[in-house]
């Protein structure tokens, strides 16, 4: 059972659920594509290009590049993505898919007349959350700093916007609308209630690796052809050194005239004043507040005069006369404030008809002295005075860093404890020491850190807002790719058994396959193949609708093969790193009727009309790139893919 939790339970080669042009997501993955939608010559790709568009070319090192930092963006959530992974399931062709896309909308909409303005374009970047300052203002400088920190271009964005515009006005139109007959729903909704039931089982590559050790020359000619098997991400230490408000404690007691000043500030809050507690009615009409008004001053309670015109009283509870005007107005806080307890007041003018209100009580709050003050002053004095320090020692550190000072010496000089970290990956943890834990104060600086390039000054980071910041700086980096082979031989040695097993499990797997789809009892197939009766085997049973719902959307494999092959039918499925091979067959469909279901037979049609809508504009842009006569050069392409491999520390594909 162990195995196939592991098997279940895996990223199954890490599925792609990046954000393959959002449009305008991707606008935050897309490396520095110079040139970019550039008008060519027209004619067919030439050997730098993987595509021509209408007079636009995709090129080979604008695919690379951009393809690279997607890989990369994708590598921050799953650390352990290996490029081979990342080229196997189809993250290269779909970026290229989407460049080709966004280019395909631009030169349809050039050609038919439908550009974008800048001044649109501007909007939307200055609409963007991404770019706003401490202020909540769009700022100059955050858009700025945030595209070199992406490696972004400007001129890039700029035409992922476009395309996302476009999309929207193009895409969309076609898509929207989309309906689903009433015809197609009940055969798609039973597909998703139907049970399946049938088994797998594993034949693991490592039951026929040979017994004899390989050479060390054999190993590393392996490890040398298979190095992306064995790539590890990017690895930095970080050093840090953090300041808090604990710092300044000492020095932040106040002196006699700051909590003077501190007291003329709060003036209106300790001089002697009235609170009030108010009900209140609104009507929509003068007359209506007349004839309520009426009755409450002939001495029925407000809120039952309330409750006879099928409303209620509003309560407004220890307000002063300011504070009131600022919920209602300055008339009605006025004339409220003139009447005494029991009074009632109105009709008045109100912003959303006639007030008529009640005083229900009257608080004389009496004032405070300084000395009478100073007990609540004091902490609020304190505190205001440790952040006012706090923020001058941030900015005089930060002064000394832009003009080149030195970590070490600038720690030692204000009394900071650099720390170091050993070599780290995104996520904060260690790979050659498994029971680092990253602490609170080093997880708040991961990103940064990771953002920061290695020759970058040390920056001030906040650690807690107001309260706790750091000095970063980073320090060595090991770039991503395969470790010195000493460092993982014994994992080479585990692989390199599996790759000798795994054509022999294969063969096995694949005899298993055709006499499990013959029929007979699974027990006596595998004794009549020499196969042991231990063998890792589980019982399958599943419904479309749960499988839909699994976490992330990551549907296990062997779960996805009992849904594609027809009742006593087998298929062989590959585990990843030459792990060994999965036999799956389907025993028995058993059918459900969706029509007993309303809710799923609604969510089905809904869910229908949204595929319909995606195909329809799927196929429009099919038909645009047709239209453009967009042509694609494998060769240019399998450059791309080679090159990647390579600066990834992969071998090239056989």
Do not use: C
Not at 104 to 113: N, Q
Not at 488 to 510: C, Y
Request: charged share 20%; hydrophobic share 45%; net charge neutral.
């Amino acid at each position: 059972m162990n195995f196939f939790r592991r098997i279940i339970g895996s990223k199954w080669g890490g599925t792609i659920a990046v954000l393959f042009l959002g449009m305008i997501a991707l606008a935050f993955v897309i490396g520095d594509m110079k040139g970019s939608g550039g008008i060519g010559v027209l004619g067919a790709p030439s050997e730098g290009e993987v595509a021509k568009v209408g007079g636009r070319a995709l090129t080979v090192n604008e695919l690379q590049a951009r393809a690279q930092l997607v890989f990369e963006r994708m590598r921050e959530d799953q650390p352990t993505l290996t490029i081979d992974q990342f080229i196997s399931q189809g993250g290269l062709r779909r970026v290229a898919d989407e460049l080709i896309g966004i280019q395909a909308l631009i030169a349809y909409g050039d050609k038919h007349g439908m550009r974008i303005s800048k001044k649109l374009i501007d909007a939307q970047i200055a609409s963007n959350p991404a770019f706003v300052d401490a202020t909540g203002n769009f700022s100059e400088t955050v858009f700025r700093q945030l595209l070199a920190q992406r490696r972004v271009s400007e001129k890039d964005m700029r035409t992922d916007i476009t395309g996302q515009i476009l999309q929207q006005q193009m895409l969309g139109a076609v898509s929207a609308g989309a309906r689903t007959p009433d015809g197609m729903v009940p055969p798609y909704a039973a597909m998703l209630i139907e049970e399946r039931d049938g088994g797998m089982y594993a034949i693991p590559s490592a039951a026929f690796a040979p017994k004899t050790p390989p050479s060390d020359a054999e190993l590393q000619a392996y490890y040398r052809a298979n190095g992306g098997q064995f790539a590890v991400p990017e690895q930095r230490r970080l050093r840090y050194a953090t300041i808090n408000l604990a710092r300044f404690e000492a020095a932040a007691t106040p002196t006699d005239a700051e909590l003077v000043q501190a007291y003329k500030a709060k003036a209106a809050q300790y001089q002697a004043r009235q609170s009030r507690d108010m009900s209140q009615l609104i009507l929509t009409s003068e007359a209506a507040a007349k004839d309520a008004a009426a009755k409450a001053k002939a001495g029925t309670p407000l809120a039952d005069v309330a409750k006879t015109l099928g409303l209620s009283a509003t309560r407004i509870d220890g307000v002063d006369q300011t504070q009131l005007a600022a919920q209602t107005n300055a008339d009605i806080a006025k004339a409220a404030f003139a009447a005494g307890k029991g009074g009632i007041i109105g009709p008045i003018r109100a912003p959303l008809g006639w007030a008529v209100l009640r005083v229900e009580e009257v608080r004389d709050i009496p004032g405070k002295t300084l000395e009478q003050a100073k007990a609540e002053l004091i902490p609020e004095a304190r505190t205001a005075k440790q952040k006012q320090l706090f923020s001058e020692f941030l900015n005089k550190l930060d002064g000394k860093l832009g003009e080149g000072a030195n970590f070490a010496e600038l720690a030692k000089a204000n009394g900071l404890e650099i720390v170091e970290t050993p070599f780290i990956i995104k996520d904060g943890k260690a790979l050659k020491d498994p029971d680092f834990k990253a602490d609170p104060t080093l997880t708040a600086l991961l990103k940064q850190g990771f953002a920061m390039s290695s020759d970058d000054d040390p920056q001030i980071v906040p650690v807690k807002p107001d309260e706790e910041a750091a000095v970063l700086a980073v320090g060595e980096v090991v770039p991503a790719g395969p470790p010195p082979y000493a460092e993982v031989k014994a994992a080479v040695q585990i692989a390199w058994g599996l790759s000798k097993g795994a054509g022999q499990a294969r063969e096995v797997a694949t005899k298993l396959a055709a006499e499990l789809g013959r029929g007979g009892d699974p027990a006596a197939i595998l004794a009549k193949l020499g196969i042991p009766a231990t063998v890792p085997q589980q019982k399958l049973h599943a419904r479309r609708a749960d499988i839909n719902n699994q976490e992330n959307g990551k549907i296990p494999p062997p779960l996805q093969a009992l849904f594609t092959i027809n009742v006593g039918a087998t298929k062989v499925l590959p585990l990843d790193n030459s792990q060994g091979f999965l036999v799956v067959r389907l025993d028995k469909i058993t059918p459900n009727d969706p029509t007993k279901i309303p809710q799923l037979m609604q969510s089905t049609k809904a869910g229908l009309s949204n595929v319909l809508g995606g195909e329809y504009a799927r196929q429009f842009l099919v038909a645009i790139e047709n239209d453009l006569g967009v042509e694609r050069n494998q060769a240019a392409f399998a450059t791309v893919e080679a090159a990647l491999r390579q600066a990834n520390g992969a071998a090239a594909a056989q």
